[in-house]
């Protein structure tokens, strides 16, 4: 009872923080916290996760099997020790926190057979099964996320399998196929079962990864003359059948969609086309802001502020090819809130959407 008190008051607070004209300090900086999902060292709740829960109210957190420098055990040991981690950051957090996680399957699962799990078959060999087989292995992977108290996916991949030279999409064998009605059937069975056992689906790579040369963990990534219109056809069709609630951006560069920007990056990307002329509802989360393809050719200061004002509500560091604490980060945002370089009305914009889906999930 206790706990539902505190649960109504903090959503009473929140919503007048969102309603008020004139706010603190720390009470724009717990905003600005919620808008950001981290990745973080060590298999246990530390000091310095409690302190961003405690201090800027930590959107969410990334996990990790292994360092991806060093390739030694990061997040994941096992399942007891993921279960309980994931319980104590939700248990000593007052709202709920996004507890996130890439386990689309195949070459791309944290939780593997090396740390105690077993493994999904990637998007090319399930899309080799029956609906009702695929529907099985995807019912088995959301049951199994919902024990480990993970409540949001960055699955399943809607990327075309359109270039069979792409190393980061195609030859990873993340694509379902390079025709957009059998990459949306199967991705509906994927995002239903997470939906089912209350797991939030983030779509990606918007506006489509599968036509590319090169890998934007890497380095630039220019797709303006390999990409394909159709490649928007699954968020098209998806967002037409209300099963979308979060979109992932891509670091990819199309000069025919922004002569100047990246997706992340893109005013034009995100909120023309994305909010705009697909008439997406939902939260647009980045990409990790590390990845090379931006962090060579932008500061952080210019990757926050640019990846804000296009529309994306959620900025992703997942700590693996950088490092950014969530000071850091937070101040930055701030400072730039002062300086009138973004408006606070954006970061309440994206309290409210995060609010909304928060809800649905676990």
């Known amino acids: 009872m206790v706990q539902l008190f505190k649960t109504i008051a903090l959503i009473l607070l929140l919503f007048s923080c969102l309603n008020a004209n004139n706010l603190n300090e720390q009470e724009i900086k717990k905003l600005i916290g919620r808008t950001i999902i981290i990745g973080f060292e060590g298999q246990t709740l530390n000091s310095s996760l409690k302190e961003n829960i405690d201090k800027y109210n930590l959107g969410g957190v990334i996990l990790f099997n292994k360092d991806y420098k060093t390739k030694k055990k990061k997040n994941i040991l096992n399942p007891n020790q993921l279960k309980k981690l994931n319980s104590n950051i939700q248990n000593y957090s007052k709202y709920k926190m996004f507890i996130s996680i890439d386990q689309e399957g195949g070459k791309v699962s944290r939780l593997n057979p090396n740390n105690g799990f077993f493994l999904t078959p990637s998007a090319k060999d399930i899309s080799s099964k029956d609906i009702n087989q695929a529907k099985k292995e995807y019912q088995k992977l959301a049951y199994n996320l919902k024990k480990m108290k993970i409540n949001l996916n960055f699955a399943p991949v809607v990327d075309l399998n359109i270039n069979p030279n792409n190393k980061v999409i ?4 993340r694509s379902y196929s390079k025709d957009p009605s059998e990459v949306v059937k199967y991705a509906s069975v994927f995002i239903e079962e997470q939906n089912r056992y209350g797991i939030g689906s983030v779509i990606k790579h918007f506006p489509g990864h599968g036509s590319s040369n090169a890998d ?14 159709k490649e928007l056809n699954p968020y098209k069709q998806l967002i037409k059948d209300n099963k979308v609630d979060f979109i992932m951006t891509a ?9 100047e920007y990246p997706a992340t990056l893109s005013y034009k990307i995100n909120t023309k086309i994305l909010r705009e002329k697909l008439k997406f509802k ?6 990790d802001l590390q990845m090379k393809a931006i962090s060579e050719h932008y500061s952080l200061r210019e990757r926050i502020k640019l990846s804000i004002n296009a529309g994306v509500n959620i900025l992703l560091f997942g700590n693996q090819l950088d490092k950014n604490d969530l000071k850091t980060i937070v101040d930055t945002i701030y400072n730039l809130i002062e300086q009138k370089e973004i408006k606070l009305s954006k970061i309440i914009e994206s309290n409210k959407l995060i609010k909304n889906f928060t809800d649905k999930i676990q």
């Open 216 to 229: 934007s963990h890497k380095g630039f990534v220019d797709i303006t003359n390999t990409w394909k219109k």
């Open 251 to 259: 670091h990819v560069f199309n000069k025919k969609l922004d002569k």
């Open 170 to 173: 195609v030859q990873l064998e």
């Open 282 to 287: 939902g939260v647009i989360i980045s990409d």
